[in-house]
């Protein structure tokens, strides 16, 4: 049912992009093939020239992917989407799109680690100034702005320290100097965020992450505004080819279909594990945007309809204590990735955000012992339990430590 004008976002999930075929699927069927044969000379001359309708080549389209595209555009409120073949495809996408020698772009200080690597070493070697900025402070983006802003791309809440960035304010900021607004939305998904909504022109997502939510799948997408963009990114996704494959866009559309109901449950999850972690004697401080000591939590609740199923918080003991949490963690799994149906945990100064050195991490807050936790769907109870034993054990062997060190 391709109408979803009319659709509650729920409905949507279920329902938008997906078209019955000739026979009548249910499902959209894959249409695993790199090329689509025309039915004359002229047919095929008609789809080059963009007079008729229907596709071509698999990296320029494909049935079974514009569907995938067509649900993330319904359900972001966007004009049309496209697939990439991971989040970083996607962002690469948008760079290549609205950044050249000369121009600046204002980049999110707390952003996915790649996200800063990819600026600080590709873009700058092809021209491009690069400001990082804590964007969960509109001043410090209206400081940062320049005559040759382009582009201010936002992550919120920002990977990993969860800074939280008013979007209504920077878009205001953006426009005042003609720059583009890109938003990273993948901790928040459309179902608690919609970007769109307040002014912004980009949103790219990871559907690696809540999108596809099973983890089974690498996977990314850029939906845009107004179609003038849309063109402008489809030529370099499609001349730079990073574009998703039809079976990765079933499996993403089919775990679409859940995702109202996958981010109510992280939601809920997420607010009373952080709760439970709030008070726990070894955790040193913690951010999740549903509590009310989240330095943005007011921000929060003007743009998000839950809070996500992302936590992180920092242990007593730094370093030494994330070690021996994350080897005594069973439910939670110790793994990169985040969003899936299972709580995973990880370390970002070793892990996503290594890449980064010491020096960026520091300046974007991201400090030695923190641990970052995607709160999956499972009972919150086992959670818990899961991290309450692994709280213990890391108080144990800090006690020992200490006693060591005082019988030296
Ligand atoms: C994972 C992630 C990305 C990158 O996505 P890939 O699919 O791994 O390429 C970008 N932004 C955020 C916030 C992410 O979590």
Redesign the pocket.
Known sequence: MKDHENLNFESMCVHAGIDADEFGAVVPPIYQTSTFKFKSAQHGAALFSGEGKGHIYTRMSNPTIEAMEDSVAALEGGVKAMGCA??????NTVFATFLGAGSHVVCSQA??G??NTLLRTVYARFGVEISFVDTSNPEDVKAAMKENTRLVYV?TPG?PTLAIADLAEIVKIAKEFGAKVCV?N??MSPALQRPFEFGVDVI??????FLNGHADV???IVVAKEMSDYTLMKKVLNQTGGVIDPFNSFLVHRGIKTLAIRMEKHSENAQKVAEFLEKHEMVEWIKYPGLRSHPQYFTGLKQHKGHGGMITFELKGGYDAGEIMMNSVKLCQLAV???GVESLIQHPASMTHFSMGPDARKEAGITEGLVRLSVGIENHKDIIKDLERALYEVGEALTVKQEKNLFR
């Open positions: 991971s989040g970083m495809a996607a962002i952003v996915y790649p996200t992550e990977n990273d993948t901790f790219i997502h990871s559907m690696t992450k690498v996977a990314g990735s985040l969003g």
